[in-house]
Nanobody
């Protein structure tokens, strides 16, 4: 089970850090990813990280601004979002899958509830 938190209302250029806390056991060969969905738009992959932390992957439009990290001792994955833009406004979800890090949301088997991020201009 995943619990996402950290969303809020910020101004353009501000930062937020989202957290995704997992309860229960996670597999050493697995990946956790963040997705977002804005009203009227499809869910899109924002970024993800493998359980070991050795591999990360990002949506092109967030590269250099967003950073994913994890603390396995706390069973938590973080999404540090800097230089936020109005187009980053969306509901953000974390998700978990066994196996390789992938960008297709349909491959993820466990989902947290969304946390809303709103960036005003």
């Amino acid at each position: 089970q995943l619990q996402a938190s950290g969303g809020g209302l910020v101004q353009a250029g501000d930062s937020l850090r989202l957290s995704c806390a997992a309860s229960g056991r996670t597999h050493s060969r697995s990946a956790t990813a963040w997705f977002r969905q804005a009203p009227g738009k499809e869910r899109e992959f924002v970024g993800g990280i493998t359980w070991t932390g050795s591999r990360t992957r990002y949506l092109d439009s967030v590269k250099g601004r967003f950073t994913i990290s994890r603390d396995n001792a706390k069973n938590t994955v973080y999404l540090q979002m800097n230089s936020l833009k109005p187009e980053d406004t969306a509901e953000y979800y974390c998700a978990y899958k066994a196996g390789e890090l992938m960008s297709d949301w349909r491959l993820y088997t466990s989902w947290g509830q969304g946390t809303q991020v709103t960036v005003s201009s």
